[in-house]
């Protein structure tokens, strides 16, 4: 199994700019969810989703879309990027269900500047 | 909403001496799980805490969960400069739904000099 990966690695934009960070993972889980992580804030969610069709909001949502249409992927999508987005961002998966939430498996991250 | 505060921001140690980084929350935790991030690396899952006053010991880290479950702590023993990194705490609030999700402190930074 290759876990929770994460494309790209790398990626710089200008501001105003579109992208889509990929997430796939090949566990079968149900939960899915996108983190930022920014010097001295810890990691903060953005959006999750607890099934196929189903997504919601976490604690910083402005400025990014998300959608799950299958299990196994979990795209999010900057509209219009700003220099505020620039962070490392992380995709994780977890076994959804039962009434305490499972382990986190956490893809490699994606560092991205926007200038 | 719920917080999760974890102090110290920063801790540098001498190699062989103790840690410890304590993370609280503003509400009543059902679990808390801790998590380990190498430099440059991906946060990786170290354990979970259920019950109230738990401790488990995973070699020579011991974890701890309040008896109020509003509070946990990680100590390290006899540091080594494979500990260096950065320790996050992550708790759960309640069952399902937004609660489910966890909320992570800001993490704990920890240099160990040779």
């Known amino acids: 199994n290759a876990g929770v990966t994460q494309t790209p690695k790398f990626q710089v934009l200008k501001t105003g700019q579109s992208m889509t960070l990929q997430c796939a993972q090949d566990?079968?889980?149900?939960?899915m969810s996108w983190y930022r992580q920014d010097p001295g804030m810890g990691l903060r969610l953005i959006h999750y989703?607890?099934?196929?069709?189903?997504?919601d909001q976490g604690e910083v949502p402005n400025g990014y879309n998300v959608s799950r249409s299958t299990t196994e992927d979990f795209p999010l999508r900057l509209l219009s990027a700003a220099p505020s987005q620039t962070s490392v961002y992380f995709c994780?998966?977890?076994?959804?269900?039962?009434?305490?939430?499972?382990?986190?498996?956490f893809g490699n991250g994606t560092r991205l500047t926007v200038t | 909403g719920q917080q999760v505060m974890q102090i110290p921001q920063y801790q540098h140690v001498q190699e062989g001496e103790d840690f410890t980084t304590y993370c609280n929350s503003s509400t009543t935790l059902s679990n808390i799980q801790w998590y380990k991030q190498r430099p440059g690396g991906h946060p990786v899952f170290l354990i979970q805490?259920?019950?109230?006053?738990e401790v488990k010991k995973q070699k020579r880290l011991t974890f701890q969960f309040g008896e109020a479950k509003k509070n946990s702590s990680l100590h390290i023993t006899a540091t080594q400069t494979t500990d260096v990194g950065t320790y996050f705490c992550a708790g759960q609030e309640g069952y399902g739904g937004s609660q489910g999700n966890l909320i992570f402190g800001k993490g704990t930074k920890l240099s160990v000099k040779p």
């Open positions: 994780a998966s977890r076994v959804n269900g039962g009434a305490l939430s499972s382990p986190l498996h």
């Open positions: 989703s607890v099934g196929a069709g189903i997504t």
């Open positions: 805490l259920v019950k109230s006053g």
């Open positions: 566990m079968n889980h149900e939960y």
